[in-house]
Structures are given as C-alpha cells and as structure tokens.
C-alpha cells in the first residue's frame, strides 16, 4: 500500500488527498458547522465519488479510479450500516404508522394533502407543524374525522405544533418538554396485535447553527430519557432536522435503544423526517409519502417480534 502511494505523481497526490479527506469528513466530521453542513451530503458525494472514478477510468488513470471507487465503497458501507434489512413480513397482523409534516406542501394543495394522509390508511398519524389555521382545517374535515376518530394536538403558532391521529382510542396520552418545546406522546392498545404501543412525536429546531445542533442533540436525548422509562413497545416519530448518520441521531438511537426504520437513502430531498422503534418491534416496510410532486412524510409498518 505504502509503494502505491509513493508512486503518486504531485496530480494525483492532491487528487488522492481531496478525495480521502471528503471522505474522512462525510464520516467523522469536525466539530465545526461548515463540516456539519458537508456531512448532509454524503450520498451525493459517495455518487459523485463513483462518476469520477469512472472518468478516471476513461482516461486511463487506474490508480486514481481505484482510491476513488474505493472511498465510494467506504461511504456506500458506512450509510448501510445505519439501516438494517427489513423484516420478513409474517402472517399476523401489524401497525402502520405515518410522520408528516404540513410545512412541507404548498397552501394550494390542502386538500390533497389532507387526502393523501387519509389514503396512507395508517393506524396512527403524527403531524408535526400544527398551526390554529391548520388545527382548525384538520378539525373540520369529515372524511379524516371519520377514519381518525381519535386525536390530540399541541396548538401553537410557530412550528412547534404537534398533533397524533389514531383509528384506536389512546389509552393515554401525555406531553413532555426539552425547554419550552412540546412532545407528545399517546398509547394505543391495537386491536389486532393486542399490545399497548407508545407513539412520540417530536419537532427540533433547525440546525442553522453549531449551537443548534447541540440544541438539537439535547432535545434527542430528552426524548431518549422519556422513551427509555416507557415499559411498552415504542415508536417514535418526527421531523428531527438531521440526516440518519449524524452524529445526534447516533447518539438518540443508541441512548433509547431504538432501530431506524430508514432503507433507503433519498436524492430529491435531505431525509429530516424519522420513524424509529424499539426491540419488540420489526419493521417490515417503510416508504416516503409524497403529495403531487412534494414530501411531506414517511409511513413505516411493523410487527411484533414474538410473532415469529
């Protein structure tokens, strides 16, 4: 290996180099914001590092092809092993939840948001952003009444809203705080599985800042706590503002001891929004929720591990 480098002319050492540290940086990044910002990036660079490589191979530089493909197998193991497979669907039944965000669709498409909620058919809905203008829109459409009989909300006027929507009565429901921000927390028992299960709904603030982010790795690990003293299966939902491999969602799932249910490692947006859950649980399907040409949310599916 020693011998491969040194036979690297002044081009390809600063090629090398550029590459190798873009790739350190995607995975141990710095505790500095510009390196936070970089960090989002790391399935456009591991995709930019894997079209370079093959340019180097166009033009015949194979060394270079090598350290390049090889950076890019480094970054393509380091995002699967934040993810496992999922979960070999079993006959029982399961439960369905959805994480959606109303910020994230244009005022002009209420109704088809709205809808696509309702055509998820999941058995609990978290919503996060919930103004008075939109609690009071959610609260007078009949079809999502209907189909969500049950519901509880956090009102508020800035984005800190919280609302969770269920087709099972909650048999409790509770609120938490990191500071002034709100969480919220209902237990279904689901008809079908006969199991009370624990749904958490967060919103952090955007990480716009190097103190944001500790803002946000604080707020984590508060929820963390909560989860770790319920006694029933867990999921938890929201819009977390930090991508999958951070290293504050890291430190949440190790600290609540909970699974992403995540596969899938999108390009047409940064994947702010998470389902995780805890051991008594296998995901056996996740997906993304889109209205027209917009996300706005993510469904998961899961089943009792005791099924087996």
Sequence with gaps: MLKFFKGAN???????????????????????????????????????????????????????????????????????????????????????????????????????????????????????????????????????????????????????????????????VDTFHYKEIPNLAGCIKHDSLNKHIYFVSSHTIPPVSLGAHDEINAHLQTVAKYVKGLKEPVVTLGDYQVMPWSPEIVSFRRAANLSDSRRDMPMSYFPYDHIFYSKELQCIDFRSINNMSEHFGVKGAYQLKTLQ
């Design 10 to 172: 002044a081009y390809q050492a600063v090629v090398w180099t550029i590459i190798i540290v873009g790739t350190i940086i995607s995975i141990l990044p710095p505790e500095l914001f510009f390196f936070k910002v970089i960090s989002k990036y790391v399935v456009q660079i591991m995709l930019a590092y894997f079209i370079i490589g093959i340019l180097f191979l166009f033009f015949s530089d194979e060394k270079s092809m090598f350290v390049s493909f090889a950076c890019c197998g480094i970054l393509c193991l380091f995002l699967r092993t934040r993810s496992a497979f999922f979960a070999a669907p079993q006959a029982g039944p399961s439960v369905t939840a959805v994480n959606c965000n109303l910020s994230l669709t244009s005022s002009a498409n209420f109704d088809s948001t709205i809808q696509s909620i309702i055509n998820s058919d999941a058995d609990v809905i978290s919503i996060q952003e919930v103004t008075p203008d939109w609690a009071a829109y959610l609260a007078n459409h009949p079809v999502l009444s209907a189909k969500y009989p049950y519901d509880t909300a956090i009102v508020r006027m800035d984005f800190h809203g919280l609302a969770l929507y269920s087709k099972y009565p909650f048999t409790k």
